[in-house]
């Protein structure tokens, strides 16, 4: 089973940028829709950006649109969510997970994700 691990999580200031990366081993992400979740406490887990296969399309959550970027390197099984202009209420473990393409409704369910990392901590100070 391929295993994502997550990095480049960190504490910024509001207005500041951080860049995640998700990297998987054990085997290639290539076939499979990618995705990034986050939880903050006390809330449950929400969606937030996801990618097609090959990197042609992506959809984003309503808060983050204009401000977060999903990109992948299937050459590097490498996952990047681009983070800008980041808010206070963005502060939460970001998680990124895997998911088999051709499933019926939107991707924006964790249900829909079969694959997880362990998740990364971003803390956006005011």
């Known amino acids: 089973q391929v295993q994502l691990v997550e990095s480049g999580g960190g504490v910024v200031q509001a207005g500041g940028s951080l860049r995640l990366s998700c990297t998987a081993s054990?085997?290639?992400?290539?076939?499979?829709?990618m995705g990034w979740f986050r939880q903050s406490p006390g809330k449950e887990r929400e969606f937030v950006a996801r990618?097609?296969?090959?990197?042609?399309?992506?959809d984003y959550a309503a808060f983050v649109l204009g401000r977060f970027t999903i990109s992948r390197d299937n050459a590097k099984s490498t996952v990047y969510l681009q983070m800008n202009n980041l808010k206070p209420e963005d502060t939460a473990v970001y998680y990124c997970?895997?998911?088999?393409?051709?499933?019926?409704?939107?991707?924006?369910?964790?249900?829909?994700?079969?694959?997880w990392g362990q998740g990364t901590q971003v803390t956006v100070s005011s």
């Open positions: 997970a895997s998911a088999r393409a051709f499933q019926i409704g939107p991707m924006d369910s964790p249900q829909k994700y079969r694959n």
């Open positions: 990618v097609t296969r090959d990197g042609d399309s992506a």
């Open positions: 054990g085997g290639t992400i290539s076939t499979y829709i």
